[in-house]
């Protein structure tokens, strides 16, 4: 079985690097290690004589004392049991070379670094304080001395503060690995003792919480605290332990600590309600048996931790993966970082086109759904209309009649008609436009490694959405040729065919100069001309998709950063890195992780090196 010595200065040393990494417990963030650890936390009143119980279990007077809330920050006390004979000193871990020897500065410092984080202004910090104390009169005991709780702020202090000390006690102790040290003076009602109370709250078995009773010496003459030290009254799973500390008369003489060991020794020994019960009374005993309990759970709770830390530092591994590296300083590894950064969009956008990601298939339904439904639409039944037909025809005829066809009617109702397609041609671009400028919208959002610059993200999705204007512009010029050379030239073979496909109808004649102004033939010449506009129409329907493709969907998927890498080969190391201006809160998450992470493994190595015995 590993020693108590090993078990307490693991934990010890898995604290102190709590401490220096930022993991004080209470922050849902971030996995915690603190609150994992097993501790004891020192919980009582003001004037409970709380600090006296410390100096006595430490052997020294190294605690500030005065009115008010002298406590403001936790401070996590390690006692480390020496060899007889060494000198006994104090090390803060805020300054881990330096020893001191003289305990009155070891008062000065406590007191000067709470001013470092708090202020003078009396407000009280989460943040700890520790302190190891090594001397051959402690045990092995980490003691984790908390503000004293009060009912009243003291001048200078919000009124909040009351509050705020409790929420900071509970903290600590709701965890069920603390073991609570509930310091209660002898000479006050236990029913209104605010460390029992609290007590009681989080523990309400008892089961964590160790009773102490200071003060007895000083209660009235014929009473006594028997009915709570024997467990009648205020039972708990462990007994309750009485101290007698120093007087504020003994405090004043600075009688020494040792000496006031003895005194409280004499004191259960020779009293004649306590005397059956010395050997379970005082600081050294109490020391003692905190000492033990919290070795037995620190056993019973380590495969626990460590589990907790191997699954801490898988997840803080797999979010550091997805936050991504920290952004490099030389003007080359930032322009290597960006165009990765492009390379990785312009992936996921070519995925989306051909098929990998959804989205894609949208062009494909503007082609086939959108431009046949368009085309539908055009209002060649009204264009063609006797009616209108008749009016075209008359005007292009002007006060010479035709003579055998209306070639000039023809030639004018064909290129308005025609006309009519450039309609369906600019929208099929500007539908396809849309589309891919969506999918760069979606594939900026996509790509995971972006979301940590906003200033690059908004540089590609710019860059990119000019390039699909210009490629939206040289569709619509492509489209636009095409209805165009439709109107250029028109297919001379298929009118041709017309007189003969009329011989075969059995109508072999032309039609006489009195049919020539009748309805019926000029709904012939609207059927015509309907004809030809439909066979234009399939033509378009197969020649419009081509375009758009070639000139946006093509181009989009083989040069759509390319101005925008041009651009970047002309920039400054400055200017690169202004692309590479991380979010704030990401970076700030990141260096959170980072020592997190380092926090976990530092303590999987420390549970790795020490040596247990199953």
């Known amino acids: 079985m590993a020693t108590m010595e090993s078990l307490i200065g693991l934990v010890n040393r898995i604290q102190r690097a709590c401490t220096v990494l930022g993991d004080y417990g209470g922050d849902s963030a971030l996995p915690t290690l603190w609150e994992a650890l097993p501790s004891v936390a020192v919980v009582g009143g003001q004037s409970s004589g709380k600090s006296s119980v410390l100096e006595s279990i430490v052997g020294r007077d190294f605690l500030p004392r005065g009115s008010g809330i002298v406590t403001r920050r936790p401070l996590v006390l390690q006692l480390h049991k020496t060899e007889p004979g060494l000198q006994e000193y ?27 984080v708090t202020g003078k202004s009396k407000q009280i910090s989460p943040v700890p304080i520790h302190l190891s104390i090594y001397s051959p009169n402690v045990v092995n005991l980490t003691l984790i001395d ?12 919000p009124e ?18 603390c073991l609570i040290l509930a310091i209660t003076p002898a000479n006050q009602d236990l029913a209104t003792s605010d460390a029992v109370k609290l007590s009681r709250e989080v523990d309400p078995t008892g089961e964590r919480t160790f009773g102490v009773l ?6 009235d003459k014929g009473t006594n605290a028997l009915d709570i030290l024997e467990g009648r009254s205020y039972p708990l799973q462990h007994p309750w332990v009485g101290i007698v500390n120093r007087s504020q008369a003994d405090i004043n003489k600075n009688v020494d600590m040792i000496a006031a060991r003895r005194r409280e020794h004499e004191f259960f020994a020779t009293s004649p309600d306590y005397g059956h019960l010395a050997t379970k009374m005082g600081s050294e005993y109490l020391a003692k048996l905190l000492s033990k309990h919290l070795e037995s759970i620190i056993k019973s709770r380590i495969p626990g931790i460590t589990s907790l830390i191997n699954r801490s530092i898988d997840e803080l591994e797999s979010e550091l993966d997805h936050l991504g590296r920290p952004v490099a300083v030389d003007a080359g590894a930032q322009l290597y970082t960006i165009l990765e950064l492009c390379r990785s969009f312009d992936r996921i956008f070519k995925e989306h086109l051909d098929g990998g990601r959804p989205g894609g298939d949208r062009i494909y339904g503007v082609f086939d759904n959108q431009l046949p439904a368009a085309l539908r639409k055009l209002p060649f039944d009204r264009h063609l209309s006797p009616q209108n037909v008749r009016k075209v025809v008359s005007e292009a005829d002007g006060y010479q009649p035709h003579l055998i066809a209306p070639e000039q009617g023809y030639r004018r109702l064909i290129d308005s008609a025609l006309n009519y397609f450039r309609g369906p041609a600019e929208a099929s671009v500007d539908a396809v436009h849309f589309v891919l400028k969506e999918l760069v919208r979606r594939s900026i959002g996509e790509t995971q490694e972006l979301k940590r610059f906003p200033t690059l993200q908004s540089e590609i999705a710019a860059a990119a959405n000019e390039a699909l204007e210009r490629f939206r512009d040289d569709g619509k010029k492509t489209t636009m040729r095409l209805v165009e050379m439709e109107s250029s030239y028109l297919t001379v073979d298929f009118f041709r065919k017309l007189p003969q496909d009329m011989e075969r109808g059995g109508n072999p004649t032309a039609p006489s100069a009195a049919d020539r102004y009748t309805e019926g033939h000029f709904r012939r010449i609207g059927s015509n001309v309907s004809s030809y506009v439909g066979m234009v129409s399939e033509t378009l329907k197969n020649t419009i998709p081509k375009a758009v493709v070639h000139c946006q969907v093509k181009e989009a998927k083989r040069s759509l950063l390319d101005h925008f890498y041009a651009q970047l080969g002309k920039k400054e190391g400055k200017q690169l890195a202004q692309l590479l201006d991380e979010d704030p809160m990401l970076m700030e998450r990141r260096q959170q992780c980072a020592k997190r992470l380092e926090l976990y493994k530092s303590a999987r190595d420390e549970i790795d090196s020490a040596s247990w015995t199953r």
Do not use: C, W
Not at 101 to 109: H, Q
Not at 214 to 219: S, W
């Open 214 to 219: 200071t003060k007895l010496d000083l209660m």
């Open 146 to 157: 908390l503000p004293g709780i009060t009912k009243v702020a003291v001048e200078g202090q």
């Open 160 to 177: 909040s503060v009351v509050l705020e000390i409790e929420t900071m006690v509970r903290s600590y102790i709701e965890k069920p690995n």
């Open 90 to 116: 104090a090390e803060f871990l805020h300054l881990p070379k330096k020893k001191f020897t003289d305990f009155s500065m070891v008062r000065k410092e406590i007191q000067e670094e709470t001013d470092r």
